[in-house]
């Protein structure tokens, strides 16, 4: 991964991620000869999501974000999606970061119930 933006913004969601579960398993996943890092993946009691970077933006997939609530609006993504919603961010955008540890601790509520 570019050391730039991107991987600053990375480092700052796995450790919210983190904060709203000191539990959770991060694991490299999908590895590939244009991705040799693969995709990080965060689980606790299931998928929780994913963070992948593209050239503009940082995508977090949560696994089964159609069924959390999201009253900041922080899902902005794959909004037609059956099960999964996604956060895409872009260079110089805010995330607000009570309600995302907020989303991360209800992922992870969803799947443990």
């Known amino acids: 991964m570019a050391d730039d933006w991107r991987s600053d913004m990375v480092d700052r969601l796995r450790a919210l991620i983190t904060k709203a579960e000191p539990d959770v398993v991060e694991e490299a996943k999908w590895r590939k000869e244009s991705n040799p ?14 963070v992948e970077t593209y050239g503009d933006k940082v995508k977090l997939t949560f ?6 609530d999201d ?17 895409d961010i ?3 955008d805010e995330i607000d970061e009570d309600a ?5 601790r209800e992922a992870v509520d969803l799947n443990q119930s």
């Open 37 to 50: 890092d693969g995709v990080p993946t965060f689980s606790r009691s299931g998928l929780i999501c994913t």
């Open 63 to 68: 696994a089964r974000g159609a069924a959390l």
């Open 71 to 87: 009253p900041a609006g922080l899902f902005n993504a794959s909004l037609d999606a059956g099960t999964r919603r996604a956060i």
């Open 90 to 92: 872009h260079e110089g």
């Open 100 to 104: 995302f540890v907020a989303l991360v």
